[in-house]
């Protein structure tokens, strides 16, 4: 299919008939674009002005172009949420209409870190009850999640009967988790989280980690939470003042 039918400059036009090739499913999600000297002769331009477009698209998010090994229409993220509100993972799966669930690996009180101990913001502090775990949306797992809480703020028999920690703690306590401190971290491979989350070598994380804090501003929740970024996005919305 040649494009030359307009006056645009034809990096442009080469760039719209892929987008709409990949909305029409010539060219689906996570599947490989033909080779460059196929898609340069099947669109009638040249590979230097192919390259340019592609360039573009990778820019966009909408293609991904792997070394040595071609280019990728990127896969669309299952789950988007503004990172300025609090929502429980669970919350956020249930929302896109799938089921959360809840893969539990290990969990047992341990001694406190020098991390903990800046993080709880106490000297003090000798034991922290560490859960580590995978969160799936309909059984397939999305994130690798490794949760350190203060002994006295949850009850451990009622850990693996629900899958929000969030409610567990609230409903120990009495007290309402009310914010949080983000960190956002990207990661290119994470030697346990990339297995257990059935990563290729090559895809990428975001590991967020974040404080929780209750009503009383008391911190009682420190995640490390690694999500899939093929799977995941997150926004804020900035308003101007």
Same mark, same amino acid.
């Given at each position: 299919?040649?494009?030359?039918?307009?006056?645009?400059?034809?990096?442009?036009?080469?760039? &719209?008939?892929?987008?709409?090739?990949?909305?029409?499913?010539?060219?689906?999600?996570?599947?490989?674009?033909?080779?460059?000297?196929?898609?340069?002769?099947?669109?009638?331009?040249?590979?230097?002005?192919?390259?340019?477009?592609?360039?573009?698209?990778?820019?966009?998010?909408?293609?991904?172009?792997?070394?040595?090994?071609?280019?990728?229409?990127?896969?669309?993220? /299952?789950?988007?949420?503004?990172?300025?509100?609090?929502?429980? =993972?669970? &919350?956020?799966?249930?929302?896109?209409?799938?089921?959360?669930?809840?893969?539990?690996?290990?969990?047992?009180?341990?001694?406190?870190?020098?991390?903990?101990? =800046?993080?709880?913001?106490?000297?003090?502090?000798?034991?922290?009850?560490?859960?580590?775990?995978?969160?799936?949306?309909?059984?397939?797992?999305?994130?690798?999640?490794?949760?350190?809480?203060?002994?006295?703020?949850?009850?451990?028999?009622?850990?693996?009967?629900?899958?929000?920690?969030?409610?567990?703690?609230?409903?120990?306590?009495?007290?309402?988790?009310?914010?949080? /401190?983000?960190?956002?971290?990207? =990661?290119?491979?994470?030697?346990?989280?990339?297995?257990?989350?059935?990563?290729?070598?090559?895809?990428?994380?975001?590991?967020?980690?974040?404080?929780?804090?209750?009503?009383?501003?008391?911190?009682?929740?420190?995640?490390?939470?690694?999500?899939?970024?093929?799977?995941?996005?997150?926004? =804020?919305?900035?308003?101007?003042?």
């Amino acid at each position: 299919m040649s494009i030359r039918d307009d006056s645009r400059h034809l990096y442009l036009q080469v760039i &719209d008939q892929i987008k709409h090739d990949i909305e029409k499913n010539k060219y689906r999600e996570g599947e490989k674009l033909p080779s460059e000297f196929q898609l340069s002769r099947d669109l009638g331009v040249s590979r230097a002005t192919l390259r340019e477009a592609l360039r573009i698209l990778e820019e966009d998010n909408i293609v991904i172009r792997k070394h040595g090994v071609g280019t990728y229409v990127k896969e669309k993220s /299952v789950f988007a949420s503004g990172i300025e509100q609090l929502h429980s =993972v669970t &919350d956020m799966i249930a929302q896109t209409g799938m089921t959360p669930g809840s893969r539990y690996l290990a969990t047992e009180i341990i001694q406190s870190s020098s991390e903990d101990r =800046v993080q709880f913001n106490d000297n003090s502090l000798s034991e922290i009850v560490e859960i580590e775990r995978i969160r799936t949306a309909d059984d397939t797992p999305v994130i690798y999640c490794i949760d350190h809480i203060l002994p006295d703020s949850i009850d451990l028999e009622n850990v693996h009967k629900n899958t929000s920690l969030l409610k567990v703690i609230e409903d120990y306590t009495g007290y309402r988790i009310t914010y949080a /401190v983000t960190k956002i971290e990207p =990661v290119s491979f994470h030697e346990k989280a990339s297995l257990l989350l059935d990563c290729q070598p090559d895809q990428s994380l975001l590991l967020l980690k974040q404080m929780h804090y209750n009503e009383k501003d008391e911190p009682v929740l420190y995640s490390k939470n690694y999500f899939r970024a093929d799977k995941f996005s997150f926004y =804020v919305i900035r308003k101007r003042i």
